[in-house]
Nanobody
């Protein structure tokens, strides 16, 4: 089993930056691909970014490319989402997720474990 705990959500002005963190309780021998998703009320979860175990493969939703960066520190069992040039459209609850096998597929159904989410609000 994997437990995920997100942190770093906050209220920020448009144009600002935030870094979200995800602490994962996993055995170091297990390799998990990780992802960040976001959700707004009344909508399904939207893929934001994904990263493989080694950190050498990443993918992003089109609207965040060039603004968001996903990274991981396997020694610390941490995954990060650096968000720059934030826009009001980025306002959502952000979730960290884990799955055993990396692919470029962004379907949330492929992820096995989820955190509780952290709230990001961007004001104009």
């Amino acid at each position: 089993q994997v437990q995920l705990v997100e942190s770093g959500g906050a209220l920020v002005q448009a144009g600002g930056s935030l870094r979200l963190s995800c602490a994962a309780s996993v055995r170091n021998s297990d390799d998990y691909a990780m992802g960040w998703f976001r959700q707004t009320p009344g909508k399904g979860r939207e893929f934001v970014a994904g990263i493989n175990w080694y950190g050498d493969k990443t993918n992003y939703e089109d609207s965040v490319k060039g603004r968001f960066t996903i990274s991981r520190d396997n020694a610390k069992n941490m995954v990060y989402l650096q968000m720059n040039a934030l826009d009001t459209e980025d306002t959502a609850t952000y979730f960290c997720a884990a799955r055993r096998q990396w692919t470029s597929d962004t379907d949330d159904a492929l992820y096995d474990f989820w955190g509780q989410g952290t709230q990001v609000a961007v004001s104009s």
